[in-house]
């Protein structure tokens, strides 16, 4: 294989190296996926200079089994290019790289080199320059190469999410928000940019406005401020959300300058909540995510138009495979898990259980009424003397549709002294009488004019429990449908387990505290993976083990991220989400089909009871269990009459606890009493 006749140049942080150097570890980790990719003759290699302004004399061979060349296009420099069709997932470098702590880049004062435009945001809030390949691919907006960083082998993989053509450039993105890049990104062959989208037609502008310059980005969010009261003064109906967001402001613009940046950044930041720092999306490297990590993900492969890209080439969007679909990057840096003291003890004492009430939903309201064996309700049935009538008796009661005697036999056989007798139900004794029903049988077929309506007293429902089908079956044949095992109270609950929840409880007390000092609405969510020691019995209850360590916090950030839809459990759904497009979670195998969730088999806690949409998210997310302190009867998924989390026509159902023990923080605002 040739080297690279452009090799590095003086600004490249590869220095003098010879490219050649690391062919054999591109081949090696490229060859697994290359199936028969033997290098053409170098004599194919040449690049072409023909088309698109390419420039000639700085391009390098093909260096690797994917026959990838360096060209350089004016306006952006040097780019890596196909020189074949590739399909998508494929693997076309994995390079090695250099890493750089913290300290040295800041004490360095890299970002302010030429490395700062080739730095990698690595774990621990280091800096990586990717070998190789890796710190030629430019930006796009509509990217084909995804990137994922492995901090543990220490290389970065860049694979085709899409299939490229020969010629094509291969780019990766390194901001979804163009405004937060360094440079005024132009538009490739075929390429979307961020300003021909409809999403964002100043992007290109704000990459002008968001320098290093302090003052600018203050004066901008003054100005915001500015506007917003402006807005206010100017007579308008302002709603409670527009209120709350002046005063956000006001409190951010009263923590000066650092305030106003901390509001600016936070408005414009788009990584989920966890993510470590803002000013690293904005800062001058090709941040492709926030700054620390132990294993990172980086591109966004989202591309900015509306639509997805829908290609059949595509790889399974698997989140297992870390090919992330998703528009939040950034680290995996996990929030602390609970500190408990699991307590000694078999079971709870009536004053512990008391500590968690379930939110009952609808099913549950039913089931409780279906458990009572007194409950009847009155049928007519008439007695079938002759045998041969039995069909047309069926045939008959088939016209009869009755939602309410369904859980019912049609037949009820009883023996006496007199012998066997049987007896056909045929229609509730409340929509018709017995007169009526006489004379639509005889109506129906003249050999059932004898017969004689009597009605019966029978269970109103089925049997949900083998007792209670030995008892109905008494009065009248009943069908068996059990219902889900739930318990009824937290009686059954180890006493470790109280101890864990009421440690979530004070943690998420906590937090939204602490969000209310920022100036968001003092609502958060814990979500974990709870710990193996208060598991149900696996054995018995089919209980799907949960993934090992996932956890995520977040709280409300609807006023200070101006957005409407920053509900707590969201942004915990979303960074669930993202961890789990990232390793080590990303290359766990799901348990079993179904096992992979979201939330499978995951305990969430929060302040406050979700809103319906948020309880909508956790039931497809599969959440197994809600822990949480303030009801909200009027519009709340648990409490109110919608009870999302245990309804019969939805296909799942996970358990709400209200938490009704001290709490360690002073009271939070009652769920009514903000408008959440
Ligand atoms: C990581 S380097 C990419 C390789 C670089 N083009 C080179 O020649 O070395 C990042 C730099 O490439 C340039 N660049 C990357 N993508 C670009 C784009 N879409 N438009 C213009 N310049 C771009 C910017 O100057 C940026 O600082």
Redesign the pocket.
Known sequence: MTTSPAGPTSA?PLGGADLTSIVPQVAGASSGSTAGAAPLPTAELQPSTDSDGLEPGTETSTINPYLLQVLSRP?????VFASRDLAAGTLIEDAPVLVITQKEWDEGRMNDSILG??GFCWSNGGMAIGLGMA??????ASPNVNFIRNSTAGTIAFRTFRSVKAGDELCICYSADESKL?????Q?KNETTASDSEEDMTAGLGALELSDDEGAAAAKAVKKAERETRRQQGGKTHSARDQRRARYLEKMAAKGDQGVKEAEAKSAQEVAPGSQDAKAIVAPT?VHASSSSSTVIASEAKPRHNRPIVNADLPPPLHSQGSSRHRHVGPVVLTPDLEWEPTAGATLTEDQYALLQRARGPVEVEEDADNDNTAMMSVWAVEVHEPKLTRYILDFSKQIVEPRMRHLKRVRKRVDEAGEHNYIALAMVDTMSGDELHKALADFNPVLANLVPIAFEVPRSAARTQEQLRERNLTWPVLFSPAAPRPSDARGMPPAKLEWVRAGINRILRDARKAQAAGDLPVAVFCTSPPESIWPNIDITGFIPPTPGLRAAAHDTRVSENHPLRHAVLNCIAEIARLRTVPPFSELVPLRNGADYLLTSLSLFVTHEPCVMCTMALLHSRVREVFFVYPRKRAGGFESSYGVHSRRDLNHRFDAWRWCGDLVEEELPVADEIEI
């Open positions: 490249s306006g952006r420099g040097r780019g435009e080739y710190s030629l691919f430019n930006h796009s360094w440079f005024m990104p132009t490739g090709p």
